[in-house]
């Protein structure tokens, strides 16, 4: 047997095996304020297209926050809290000074 040679059952054999395990990571949308509604959060990160589509995705159960289920279309999420809808997943990112201004 090569001692160089890979095993199949090595993790390290197919780094790709390893990021195809669990799900995508999630996408950072920054915000200006310490905290945001579910509801605004939904339409800022592009996940609904309106306030109407992020209530009715969110009475049916669809939404998750940090992998539990919720149904409060108020829910204050902060900096760090990571929202599910369906295989699309956002983190609330915190703004900081990113904000450009024209002046």
């Known amino acids: 047997m090569n001692p ?6 090595d993790p390290c054999a197919d780094p790709a095996a390893d990021r195809s ?6 996408e ?3 915000i200006k304020d310490e905290m945001i509604r579910l509801g ?7 996940l609904v297209e309106n306030g109407a589509d992020a209530k009715v995705v969110i009475a049916e159960g669809r939404v998750s ?8 279309r108020g829910r204050q999420l902060v900096v760090g809290d990571v929202v599910a809808l369906g295989t699309a997943r956002s983190r609330v990112a ?7 201004v024209p002046w």
């Open 94 to 100: 915190s703004g900081g000074d990113e904000v450009d």
């Open 21 to 26: 395990a669990g799900p995508p990571p999630p």
């Open 28 to 30: 950072d949308v920054p």
């Open 4 to 9: 160089f040679r890979r095993r199949r059952s």
């Open 65 to 72: 926050v940090n992998d539990e289920p919720e149904l409060r």
């Open 40 to 46: 605004q959060f939904l339409k800022l990160a592009n």
